[in-house]
């Protein structure tokens, strides 16, 4: 059990809103994600679960309220498609958990909102990947993410993050950091600088693309990195995806490409040997290949015609999104030191240019699988 957070009586209080029966045994730091505060919390008792409890971070999610109700929609959606067309092995959805006062949140004092979501029992994460067996099972996971979703229209969801995923109003905001911006211009920031400089002209593709009406809108998860694939302890099959905050009407391509982008990098986002970083077609071959076992019930030729064009656009725009954030003085993602964001955005940027290396092997690869 590790040491508890400064604020742990104040959790303890958070999380026991959110507890059906039993009380809060332990509020404990959870995960490993860059914009939520997210925790374990153990019920005592044997009988009970524990759950998650997280405080919405409302500088990302500013209408924390609209996050709560897609989450409520869709959810509710999956379990009800799973109950009457249940899947031929085990795949669960998170469960809002309701407060004392049948609420989906609950809003502190100081303005923080906190949810709870049900924990998916006897699962892991993991933050690489490890073979081309578990890229198959993480593709799959996002495949069946998708087609489970894929009846429930976009309508009914609120867009609860304008502009997400949409590269080209990134490259915009980008553009208006570096004008107002006194960079340090060191060798890694030059090279981030010509980097953005040289692939500007075609950041517009999808977006193109779903304009002209070859890609339709659908819903999407908006983060579909390894670690919200959960997976069984017993079997080793993926079970669940969670971190389920920026499921939004948008292109399922950015999915592809998000999941692509974190799968395929054996050397990992944080690391400080970034141009060591590549791009592993093997564990790409694998995501595909689950990744279509399912999808291709839904997929259209267009979005075949688009799968390289989304893998290569969504490392870019990562790393595109974390030059900016650092050029600006890191005031949207979490950091550990001041040049954490620089070093992200190299690895993302040294990941798209093995995927652009690779681009003819990839797209043969596409083909192949159709």
Same mark, same amino acid.
């Given at each position: 059990?590790?040491?508890?957070?400064?604020?742990?009586?104040?959790? &303890?209080?958070?999380?026991?809103?959110?507890?059906?029966?039993?009380?809060?045994?332990?509020?404990?730091?959870?995960?490993s994600?860059?914009?939520?505060?997210?925790?374990l919390?153990?019920?005592?008792?044997?009988?009970?679960?524990?759950?998650?409890?997280?405080? &919405?971070?409302?500088?990302?999610?500013?209408r924390?309220?609209?996050?709560? %109700?897609?989450?409520?929609?869709?959810?509710?959606?999956?379990?009800?498609?799973?109950?009457?067309?249940?899947?031929?092995?085990?795949?669960?959805?998170?469960?809002?958990?309701?407060?004392?006062?049948?609420?989906?949140?609950?809003?502190?004092?100081?303005?923080?909102?906190?949810?709870?979501?049900?924990? &998916?029992?006897?699962?892991?994460?993991?933050?690489a990947m490890?073979?081309?067996?578990?890229?198959?099972?993480?593709?799959?996971?996002?495949?069946?993410?998708?087609?489970l979703?894929s009846?429930?229209?976009?309508?009914?969801?609120?867009?609860?993050?304008?502009?997400?995923?949409i590269?080209p109003?990134?490259?915009?905001?980008?553009?208006?950091?570096?004008?107002?911006?006194?960079?340090?211009?060191?060798?890694?920031?030059?090279?981030?600088?010509?980097?953005?400089?040289?692939?500007?002209?075609?950041?517009?593709?999808?977006?193109?693309?779903?304009?002209?009406? %070859?890609?339709?809108?659908?819903?999407?998860?908006?983060?579909?990195?390894?670690?919200?694939?959960?997976?069984?302890?017993?079997?080793?099959?993926?079970?669940?995806?969670?971190?389920?905050?920026?499921? %939004?009407?948008?292109?399922?391509?950015?999915?592809?490409?998000?999941?692509?982008?974190?799968?395929?990098?054996?050397?990992?986002?944080?690391?400080?040997?970034?141009?060591?970083?590549?791009?592993?077609?093997?564990?790409?071959?694998?995501?595909?290949?689950?990744?279509?076992?399912?999808? /291709?019930?839904?997929?259209?030729?267009?979005?075949?015609?688009?799968?390289?064009?989304?893998?290569?656009?969504?490392?870019?725009?990562?790393?595109?999104?974390?030059?900016?954030?650092?050029?600006?003085g890191?005031?949207?993602?979490?950091? %550990?030191?001041?040049?954490?964001?620089?070093?992200?955005?190299?690895?993302?940027?040294?990941?798209? /240019?093995?995927?652009?290396f690779?681009?003819?092997? &990839?797209?043969?690869?596409? /083909?192949?699988?159709?």
């Amino acid at each position: 059990m590790s040491d508890p957070p400064t604020h742990y009586p104040s959790l &303890i209080a958070v999380a026991e809103r959110f507890a059906s029966g039993g009380a809060i045994a332990a509020v404990e730091a959870f995960g490993s994600g860059n914009i939520n505060d997210t925790f374990l919390a153990t019920v005592e008792g044997t009988s009970h679960l524990p759950f998650v409890l997280q405080r &919405i971070n409302t500088r990302v999610f500013r209408r924390p309220q609209l996050v709560m %109700k897609n989450m409520s929609i869709f959810t509710r959606h999956v379990r009800d498609r799973l109950q009457h067309s249940p899947l031929s092995r085990r795949w669960e959805v998170p469960r809002v958990l309701l407060t004392t006062e049948e609420r989906d949140h609950w809003v502190e004092a100081d303005g923080s909102v906190w949810r709870a979501i049900s924990f &998916i029992d006897g699962s892991e994460s993991f933050d690489a990947m490890h073979d081309v067996d578990h890229a198959t099972e993480v593709g799959y996971a996002l495949g069946t993410f998708h087609n489970l979703i894929s009846d429930l229209s976009p309508a009914q969801l609120a867009d609860t993050l304008e502009g997400f995923h949409i590269t080209p109003l990134y490259l915009q905001h980008y553009d208006r950091v570096v004008a107002k911006t006194a960079v340090n211009l060191s060798p890694e920031v030059r090279y981030g600088l010509e980097f953005v400089r040289d692939r500007a002209s075609w950041c517009a593709v999808l977006e193109t693309a779903k304009t002209q009406g %070859k890609l339709p809108l659908r819903l999407m998860h908006g983060d579909p990195k390894v670690n919200n694939v959960m997976f069984d302890r017993a079997t080793g099959k993926a079970v669940s995806m969670i971190d389920l905050d920026t499921v %939004k009407p948008g292109l399922v391509h950015y999915d592809i490409g998000d999941c692509l982008r974190s799968g395929c990098n054996p050397i990992g986002e944080e690391t400080e040997q970034w141009e060591t970083v590549y791009f592993e077609p093997d564990l790409c071959e694998g995501i595909l290949r689950g990744y279509l076992s399912v999808a /291709q019930d839904f997929l259209t030729d267009s979005d075949y015609d688009y799968l390289f064009d989304a893998i290569r656009l969504i490392a870019f725009e990562l790393g595109l999104r974390f030059f900016t954030d650092y050029l600006a003085g890191n005031v949207y993602f979490k950091v %550990k030191h001041p040049d954490h964001n620089l070093l992200r955005a190299l690895v993302q940027f040294q990941l798209t /240019q093995s995927i652009e290396f690779q681009e003819t092997a &990839i797209r043969a690869l596409i /083909q192949d699988l159709r």
